[in-house]
């Protein structure tokens, strides 16, 4: 039996997804090998890449003038891969601030360009929120303006997509694909797959054509992403095990009606949750209704000393991986689209017991 897994990455992936997986394993389409063994250059393993990919433009309606890389190093590596791509001439970036990750990506860009911090997160009647852009201090010649989505570990979402005269890039890792998305606003989308794609390994970026030729003259050649463009995400060996499985990942998005189903769903867990968290005296979060993370929901306990009890009690009851980020502590649910509602409705019910016993 498969436990209700609430990690914020590397996440749940979908059963059918593993399955399939499983059986394919070993012999892949009857070629008598793995898809793990193959030559990324072989005919069939290129299919299965272009496969994926067309896929992906599917989900999330890519328009032609995008390129889709596949890439590694995480997301983290693209915090230093944008600046070098980004800043060949034009050394200035406006980089907005509201949370552990968009640091991270700041303190990257500082060390290759002049980098101006909006500072974007406050606090609203005791709850975390993020500043209208009205209050922002943008550059008047930015390069680009970057901002992370979804901040993972505070459960902080944006309810708007910045208005820009520069190029928009985003971290999207940990909201991709949970809702449609308007792509042509952006110059570059960004994102982990280790969420909401896929596996650990593989990293998607999203760039406009015309900002394949800005880059460094010292960047290297594999974080170049008109290199990797114009090799097919191929300038070395890619991650094919990762790569094939979002693929298979992408393909049952697909049969559960794409983006905007999977939303629907994504929107009754998270309104299930948060409502109960609400009416309990016993649970909080610490962020402003608007900007509530549909994907990642940090809570506390009324006595933190309850905690170790919680999660010890969760994991009995088959609900694993509650505990907040390392750096934050208290509890997080991460129900990205692998998590059932059944997930949810789950953990509920846990807590409404736990609320109980203990409260
Ligand atoms: N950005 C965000 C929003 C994240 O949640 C994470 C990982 N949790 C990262 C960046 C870093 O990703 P990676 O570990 O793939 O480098």
Redesign the pocket.
């Known amino acids: 039996m498969r436990a209700y897994n609430f990690c914020?990455?590397p996440a749940a992936l979908p059963t059918p997804v593993l399955e399939r997986a499983q059986q394919e394993l070993t012999n892949w389409h009857d070629r008598g090998l793995s898809i793990m063994e193959m030559s990324h250059r072989s005919s069939d393993y290129v299919a299965v890449a272009q496969k994926a990919e067309a896929d992906l433009r599917k989900l999330l309606n890519i328009p032609d003038n995008y390129k889709v890389l596949f890439l590694q190093?995480?997301?983290?590596?693209?915090?230093s891969a944008i600046p070098l791509n980004l800043l060949g001439k034009n050394t200035r970036a406006d980089y907005v601030h509201t949370g552990i990750?968009?640091e991270?990506?700041l303190k990257e860009a500082q060390r290759y360009g002049d980098i101006n911090v909006i500072e974007a997160g406050r606090t609203v009647d005791g709850k975390f929120a993020i500043a209208p852009q009205s209050e922002w201090q943008l550059s008047d010649n930015a390069a680009y303006l970057h901002y992370?989505?979804?901040?993972?570990?505070g459960g902080l979402q944006f309810d708007f997509i910045p208005d820009s005269n520069a190029p928009l890039v985003a971290?999207?890792?940990?909201?991709i694909l949970s809702a449609p998305l308007d792509v042509s606003k952006f110059g570059i989308i960004y994102?982990?797959?280790?969420?909401n794609i896929g596996p650990?390994g593989l990293?998607i970026v999203i760039v406009r054509d015309h900002l394949l030729d800005q880059a460094r003259p010292d960047i290297p050649s594999i974080l170049k992403y008109s290199d990797q463009a114009k090799n097919d995400s191929m300038v070395n060996t890619p991650s094919t095990f990762a790569w094939y499985l979002s693929g298979l990942v992408f393909e049952w998005l697909l049969e559960q009606g794409g983006v905007e189903a999977i939303q629907q769903v994504n929107l009754q867990k998270a309104q299930l949750l948060y409502g109960y968290i609400d009416q309990s005296d016993f649970y909080a979060n610490p962020i402003a209704l608007q900007n509530r993370s549909i994907m990642n929901v940090p809570f506390t306990l009324k006595d933190s000393n309850l905690e170790k009890i919680f999660l010890k009690e969760a994991e009995g009851a088959g609900l694993l991986n509650l505990a907040g980020h390392r750096s934050v502590g208290g509890m997080r649910a991460s129900i990205y689209n692998a998590v059932p509602l059944q997930g949810v409705q789950a953990l509920v019910a846990f807590m409404q017991d736990f609320a109980q016993k203990h409260g």
């Open positions: 914020a990455g190093g995480g997301a983290s590596l693209q915090f990750w968009s991270k990506a992370v989505d979804n901040e993972t570990i971290d999207f890792s940990s909201s994102a982990g797959a280790q969420k650990a990293t």
